[in-house]
T-cell receptor, first 116, second 112 residues
């Protein structure tokens, strides 16, 4: 299994540009989520999904959109990038309740985004 | 709401020193507790976990005990190595597949 994969690894955007951060997992996990990591702030939840067709907002959803059309993919869209969105973005997934490793989340390697 | 508070870093230790990173939590119900580790340039990976009171999670020489009476889950290691240099995150999850709530992370540097 490849686990959780994220593309791209690095990205530089200009203010106002849009882009999509890709996240995919091949473990048949129902739960997927996006976090951003900023110095001194830990990880903050942006959006999450408990299954295909279902998404919900986390702590810091403004400026980001998500959709979940398949179990495998959970892309994060920045509609109009702002310097405040400069951060490292992590995607994570976890198996449904009742699997052998309940609640554990598996993280991707991250995307480092800079908005100028 | 649920929250996690962990000691601020950075923590700098000499090789073979004893490590404690404090973590306390606030939660309704009976959360599961986790320690994640992030090595430089990488994503987070699970270090250990505990799903009920008095459980002890352990891995790679690290240990943490779920203390419901003190709402704590302190991370300990008896003898740290340079390779343990990383950022450590304490986290909790309420029942089911609810989002993880993370502490702000503690950076550990171990010098030879």
């Amino acid at each position: 299994n490849a686990g959780v994969t994220q593309t791209p690894k690095f990205q530089v955007l200009k203010t106002g540009q849009s882009m999509t951060l890709q996240c995919a997992q091949d473990m048949n996990h129902e739960y997927m989520s996006w976090y951003r990591q900023d110095p001194g702030m830990g990880l903050r939840l942006i959006h999450y999904s408990v299954g295909a067709g279902i998404t919900d907002q986390g702590e810091v959803p403004n400026g980001y959109n998500v959709s979940r059309s398949t179990t495998e993919d959970f892309p994060l869209r920045l509609l109009s990038a702002a310097p405040s969105q400069t951060s490292v973005y992590f995607c994570a997934s976890s198996p449904p309740l009742g699997w052998t490793q309940p609640y554990e989340q598996y993280f991707g390697p991250g995307t480092r985004l800079t908005v100028t | 709401g649920n929250s996690v508070t962990q000691m601020e870093g950075p923590v700098t230790l000499s090789e073979e020193a004893f490590l404690t990173i404090n973590c306390t939590y606030t939660a309704t119900g009976y959360p599961s507790l986790f320690w994640y580790v992030q090595y430089p340039g990488e994503g987070l990976q699970l270090l250990l976990k505990a799903t009920k009171a008095d459980d002890k999670g352990s891995n790679k020489g690290f240990e943490a005990t779920y203390r419901k009476e003190t709402t704590s889950f302190h991370l300990e290691k008896g003898s740290v190595q340079v390779s343990d240099s990383a950022v450590y995150f304490c986290a909790l999850s309420d029942s089911g597949n609810t989002p993880l709530v993370f502490g702000k992370g503690t950076r550990l540097s171990v010098i030879a």
